[in-house]
């Protein structure tokens, strides 16, 4: 089981889990019940062994299965599927429930959440081979994941991704620093918007974040603060040469004690359904 080790400075995240095994899960509830926030990544490689059969594939993707088959490559079909799946695995996890039970629905802006079960937010991101899950109990929570060698500064990207005072702070750093920096900013760019459901609908050059090794807050285009102490982020370097980064904001709902199935149902609703059943018997 890899635990990769995280920056010292920064709000206390768990520490991303990757799937390896029964204990996995086991690790992303604690981290739950420890932060409210846990975050779980696997390579498609190994998650293609354990994905359903063809004939059993339209059951586990539910309302996902159009979209499914309107991906034409093969390889993105594989990865849209196993990214469903682990979504549903972890989603099930912490709520202790059977996968294909759980339904994913999404927003105006493609973002996704498990249908009746509002009190667990998700977040999902994967690029080339990696998965990556983000759940939270919280609030809101927004993952990306992105090779941490992507080529981006030397394309001139940096001017399109960010503001004056980051694009002032990558020139002043040593040159093989630029791009590592430009990636990581990139990541939690994406994580944040995605955690305000506004994916790249939203200008990354509007809002910007502070150099590594410090605590990560958003900041404005000049440098001022943008966020208080609501939001949370972090960025881990895995060992597999991906950089992985998640944005969390508190709703101020408190500690959730108890995060299963059974416990996410609203007490009025329940009683309603149980009278309905009652009368119908």
């Not at 093989?176 to 459901?197: D, F, H, M």
């Not at 900041?219 to 609501?230: I, K, L, Q, V």
Request: charged content about 25%; some cysteine; glycine content about 12%.
């Amino acid at each position: 089981m890899t635990r990769p080790g995280a920056t010292p400075t920064g709000p206390p995240l768990g520490e991303p889990v990757e799937v390896a095994g029964d204990q996995t899960w086991d690790l992303v509830r604690a981290d739950l019940a420890r932060h409210g926030t846990a975050l779980v990544y696997a390579e498609l490689g190994d998650l293609q062994p354990e994905l359903p059969a063809a004939h059993e594939l339209r059951a586990v993707l539910g309302r996902d299965w159009s979209r499914y088959l309107d991906l034409a490559h093969p390889s993105v079909r594989d990865r849209y599927a196993a990214s469903r799946v682990l979504l549903k695995r972890a989603g099930a996890a912490v709520l202790r429930a059977d996968p294909d039970t759980l339904e994913l629905g999404y927003g105006p802006t493609g973002r996704p959440y498990l249908r009746g079960c509002d009190q667990v937010d998700i977040s999902l991101s994967h690029t080339d081979d990696l998965l990556l899950v983000g759940l939270t109990t919280r609030g809101l929570i927004g993952v990306d994941a992105e090779r941490a060698d992507r080529p981006m500064y030397g394309r001139g990207l940096g001017r399109h991704v960010c503001t004056p005072y980051e694009l002032v702070s990558l020139a002043s750093l040593p040159e093989q620093e630029r791009n590592p920096s430009l990636v990581r900013l990139w990541t939690l760019k994406e994580a944040y918007s995605k955690a305000i459901g506004q994916g790249m609908q939203f200008s990354f050059t509007e809002f910007g974040f502070g150099p590594d090794g410090k605590p990560v807050r958003v900041y404005r285009p000049d440098g001022s603060p943008g966020t208080g102490a609501e939001w949370a982020f972090r960025t881990f370097l895995l060992g597999n040469g991906y950089r992985i980064s998640a944005a969390v904001y508190d709703a101020g709902f408190g500690e959730l004690d108890d995060a299963e199935l059974t416990s996410m149902l609203d007490r009025d609703t329940v009683e309603a359904i149980t009278d309905a059943l009652g009368d119908s018997v």
